[in-house]
């Protein structure tokens, strides 16, 4: 597109929707532009803000004709927080656009020719279906239009979410539709209790400040609501009123834990806890295991729709009973502890000790004795696993497990001289290591279930194991609605040689 340059005004009708979440339409049938906010079907009115060879980038100036696809946002901060970029998409829409997402990833990364990816599972909840949500505290309140309009609109403090591109500045909010009411209140209770204490906020530039984040966290298929303020550092006299507002008005409210952290990082984690009151953790079910689940855990975000997503990896397993599985990146354990009832023995492998001793923590709470589980790389874990130490080449047996301490909660069976039938796979976002790929090669087990909130990165790794294995089995599972975000479960046999 020769002709199109910066700041042109275009027209386009929107075709699709990209992975990030922009509708995509096209010049000529080919030349994509991407412009957020709209929805398959919409006839737009555009401008050009960045033009590349192959595609430009635009900023949407009006709606034509709207989409028959398109539905009015819930949320009144919808294009402002940017957490749920197509809530403005019929739900069955939603389904669609992401069941293509994955296809897309398969067939223009992973190059897969002629890829069948069957409907997405959908979530029953499309509102209310987080266990978790983190807020941030802020100094520089970003002011809507609507505010802007306001006297006497409060600059100084704000507790929401952060606005993309403008890290320092933070959307005051008073609702949020994806948790529950309860967050809500807590929310809105926690934004005035410390208003009216003129208590500081913290800043990155200076140091200093004492409030963090407020994070929530609930149990949807049991009892428990747990509050994190993540501070500074301490402040007993302050918390304890704190502690005895929440009492009062959130009877709800199971525990309440105030964390510390002096990190400039700004993620709503911290190293030291002061349980002020209940256990410091809620216990949520999945099926009919338990899992605790502590201020720093990692936990699927969607209770309900987690049942499925392990459900729909165990069925594509196919499992007799007799397997022993090896669930890599199993970090607290709950696939591995879902699945243990159905095969002989599962073995766990993460980097985290924290999440680790959480996995060992859920087997005993759980009664289940057919579980290990390591605390080691992934691709470390995977060279012991195929002899690769030392310059060696040949399969041996998996590496012993760490050696139980006095009171340890490991269960008794080891990973040591099994031969494992069954690899699950559950990497972060920017999937596994090319190395640890080399290694499932040569170790060679008979099938691999591959599970992955990200099908760009899951496509480029199931690609690089294609010399040995083929994909016979792909489901797409919502766990998000509202965002372009899919988990996907691929099922992967090993090649019959000729």
Not at 221 to 231: A, D
Not at 261 to 287: H, R
Not at 288 to 317: G, R, V, W
Request: proline fraction near 4%; include cysteine.
């Amino acid at each position: 597109m020769e002709n199109l340059k910066k700041d042109d005004i275009i027209e386009l009708v929107i075709d699709d929707i990209g992975a990030e979440g922009n509708g995509v339409g096209r010049i000529n049938g080919e030349y994509v532009v991407f412009v957020p906010g709209t929805v398959p079907g919409d006839k737009v009115k555009a401008k050009i803000k960045k033009k590349k060879k192959k595609f430009s980038e635009s900023t949407l100036l009006e709606i034509l004709e709207p989409s028959e696809f398109r539905v009015k946002p819930r949320c009144e901060y919808f294009g402002i927080c940017n957490g749920c970029k197509m809530q403005q998409v019929d739900y069955g829409k939603q389904l669609a656009l992401k069941q293509t997402i994955v296809k897309n990833a398969f067939e223009r990364i992973g190059g897969f020719e002629n890829i069948v990816i069957p409907p997405v599972i959908g979530s029953e909840d499309h509102y209310f279906y987080r266990n978790k949500l983190e807020f941030s505290f802020g100094s520089q309140r970003w002011l809507t239009a609507e505010d802007m309009q306001k006297d006497n609109v409060e600059r100084n403090f704000a507790l929401g979410y952060h606005i993309p591109g403008f890290y320092e500045k933070i959307l005051d909010i008073t609702e949020c539709s994806l948790q529950s009411e309860l967050s809500n209140k807590i929310l809105n209770l926690t934004r005035e209790f410390f208003k009216s204490k003129g208590t500081t906020v913290y800043s990155t530039k200076t140091h200093s400040g004492y409030l963090r984040f407020l994070t929530v966290r609930r149990a949807v298929n049991n009892s428990g609501l747990m509050v994190n303020l993540i501070t500074y550092d301490s402040n007993p006299g302050l918390i304890s009123e704190y502690a005895d507002l929440l009492i009062k008005e959130i009877p709800e409210i199971t525990t309440f834990v105030n964390s510390h952290t002096e990190s400039k990082a700004q993620v709503a984690l911290a190293d030291n806890f002061n349980v002020i009151f209940g256990d410091g953790y809620i216990e949520e079910k999945i099926g009919s295991y338990k899992f605790k689940i502590t201020p720093n855990s990692f936990f699927q975000t969607n209770s309900k729709q987690c049942k499925t997503l392990f459900e729909t990896a165990a069925d594509m397993a196919q499992f007799n009973g007799g397997e022993n599985v090896l669930d890599l990146y199993c970090g607290c354990g709950a696939i591995s502890l879902y699945i243990s009832g159905k095969v002989n023995s599962v073995h766990g492998v993460e980097l985290s000790r924290e999440s680790i001793e959480m996995a060992n923590e859920n087997a005993l709470l759980n009664n289940v004795n057919n579980c290990t589980f390591r605390d080691m790389d992934v691709k470390d874990y995977l060279a012991e696993l195929t002899g690769n130490i030392g310059g060696k080449n040949n399969v041996t047996s998996p590496p012993a497990p760490i050696p139980k301490e006095e009171g340890s909660n490991t269960s008794e069976i080891s990973d040591t001289g099994l031969k494992f039938d069954i690899i699950i796979l559950d990497p972060p976002r920017s999937g596994i290591h090319p190395k640890a790929a080399e290694y499932l090669l040569q170790y060679e087990a008979e099938k691999l279930i591959y599970v992955s909130c990200n099908p760009a990165t899951q496509a480029r790794d199931i690609s690089l194991l294609r010399e040995k294995y083929e994909i016979t089995a792909v489901r797409p599972v919502d766990m998000f609605p509202h965002t372009f975000h899919i988990e996907n479960v691929v099922r992967l046999e090993l090649r019959k040689r000729p």
